[in-house]
């Protein structure tokens, strides 16, 4: 987007801590659903407190399958893919003037470290490989 490749910090963040945080969530939002319960705060006035109800099971089933129709299928293409059973077809990459863009500014791409080799697969040239071997075969292709 900057014409760079964004820094280590970023890059980390991105690829490894970002994810992680959002297994996290997901996994304590089950966890406290499985040991809590899932239940609402409802207003007696009779009493003038409230009183904690749980949910019906269908609501709580609906929220599972709902939850688990988005984040399925993550792991379920990826597991495709590794096994050569085609589900989405890959898509030819859009042109973009990033060479022409580069000259334009005078944008000087700097050199791939070890560490993103290492961490991030980055290819010499500045692309992202794919860390997971025999996994993406068509990425090499190109």
């Known amino acids: 987007m900057t014409g760079r490749r964004p820094g280590i910090y970023w890059l980390i963040?991105?690829?490894y801590?970002?994810?992680l945080a959002m297994l996290c969530i997901l996994i304590s939002s089950f966890a406290e659903l499985a040991v809590g319960?899932?239940?609402y705060d409802a207003w007696i006035a009779s009493e003038g407190d409230t009183e904690r109800?749980?949910?019906?099971v269908w609501a709580v089933l609906?929220?599972?399958v709902l939850v688990l129709a988005s984040v399925l299928w993550i792991p379920g293409l990826a597991i495709c893919r590794y096994f050569g059973i085609p589900i989405i077809d890959d898509e030819e990459r859009a042109w973009f003037p990033a060479d022409d863009l580069r000259d334009f500014h005078g944008i000087e791409p700097?050199?791939?470290s070890n560490l993103e080799t290492l961490l991030f697969c980055t290819r010499p040239d500045g692309t992202e490989g794919c860390c997971w071997p025999g996994c993406c075969e068509t990425d090499d292709e190109e």
């Open 17 to 19: 801590l970002s994810p």
């Open 62 to 64: 609906l929220v599972v």
């Open 13 to 15: 963040c991105w690829k």
């Open 53 to 56: 109800k749980s949910w019906p």
């Open 37 to 39: 319960g899932a239940g």
């Open 110 to 112: 700097r050199p791939v």
